[in-house]
Each structure stands twice: as C-alpha cells, then as structure tokens.
C-alpha cells in the first residue's frame, strides 16, 4: 500500500479516546482530514477542546466532543455512552484506543499501589468496557476497525515497566483474542497499533533527558491512522503493526 494514497473516510463514524492528548490528537486530525466524523473522547475538556479546535480551523468535518473519565465511570455509563452513539449515529465504524496512563517507570518492589491500578484501568480495563459495550454498535456496520495502541518497549517486557509494561502486554494478548473471536463474523477487524518512537508527550515524561530534535514527529503518524480506518484495511485482522516500518514492508 501507498502511504500517499487517498483513504477517504467519508461517512465514517470514528471514536478516538485519549482525543485531548498527543498521540490521539493527531490521529483525531488525520481521521478528520479524510472526512471522517470524530468523536473526541478525553477526561480533560480544555484537550478536547484544543482538539476540536485544531480540526475546524483546519476546515475539516466538525467532530464531536465527549467528555469522558475512562478510569471513573462506571460500567453503566460506559453502557449509557454506547446508547447515545447508537440513537444518534445507528452505528460506528471505528474505535482507536489511544487514551494512556502513564508515571515512571519504576521497579515492582517500589510500586506504588495506586498508580498500579490508574494505569491497569486506564490502559487495560477501560479498552475491555468500551470495546465489549460497543461491539454492538460496530456490528451494524457492513465493515468496522478497532485498533489498540501499544509500545514497542513493553513486547520485550522490559525491567521498570511497571504497570504501564503489564498492561500493554496484556492488551495485545486481548486484542489477538478479540480479532480471533471475530474472524469469523468478518464484519470487525482488530489491530494492535505500535506508534514507535515519535517526540511525543508521553516519550517526554518517560525518557525526559533524551534529545528530542532527533526524534520523527507526531505529524509522521498521520498516514496510518486513515489507513487502519479506511476500505483498504479490510481484511487486515490480528496484527500487530508497527507505524514506523509498515508501509516500508
């Protein structure tokens, strides 16, 4: 596949959670630039707003903001939240998981208990919910994609990780698991998405001595996220793909 090829997303409905942050403010935008309604999802409604801003300045498709605490909503309003985009939309065709929780990287002896369980619910438990409330809303799709967002880092488990390397491994184990179970339907396809290196904000609070001039920008990712949406990934399940050399394969 060409990563200068045109994947229109018109008349796509496109979920995007960690909307306010940086990663997922530039999916937001690339979804947008290919005319895809998107509905930004974030906690923090001064990020949801930055977003919304920056896909209409930009002319694009108005998106929808939702705010939405991912790890302190209860199962009923993540239930709530499925019906409100059932009546309004009929139904969805995409959701990108790209909401995270991240601190330090720490060692399991000096864990600290709380930041633990925010970064499990967050980076785990919150895809689980959303994903199980919203397969029926997806399902009304003839075709629809549901990409989680992992770490390179944590597929080699890595010492310090902590909570943050537990979840993503665990997230590419439920993505394959979910993709296998769908398979069948064909209907959804599930993909695990590896952003790679980019000067991001998480990358910052991770690795803040490192020197991010060197770094490719956000703005690199702006090709997989249309194509990981769009027509041209049907069929494309049960991976887990690395934005860095993808399009290069």
Known sequence: ??????????????????????????????????????????????????????????????????????????????????????????????????????????????????????????NLNAPFLLTRVLLPVLQKSEHASIVFTSDASAQQTLAYAGAYGVSKVALEAFSKILAQELEGVGKIRVNTLIPGVVDSPLRKRAYPAEDKTLLPKMASLKSIYPYLFSDESIGVTAQTINAQTYFQG
């Open 1 to 122: 596949m060409d990563k200068n090829s045109i994947m229109t997303l018109k008349d796509k409905v496109i979920l995007v959670t960690g909307a306010g942050g940086g990663l997922g403010g530039t999916a937001a935008l690339a979804l947008a630039e290919q005319n895809a309604v998107v509905i930004l999802l974030d906690k923090s409604i001064p990020k949801l707003e930055k977003a919304y801003d920056a896909i209409v300045e930009k002319g694009f498709t108005t998106p929808i903001l939702y705010p939405f605490d991912l790890a302190g909503a209860s199962e009923v309003q993540y239930e709530d939240f499925a019906t409100i985009l059932l009546e309004k939309y009929g139904s969805i065709q995409g959701v990108l998981h790209s909401a995270v929780e991240f601190n330090a990287f720490s060692p399991i002896a000096n864990h600290d208990t709380k930041a633990w369980g925010d970064a499990l619910n967050v």
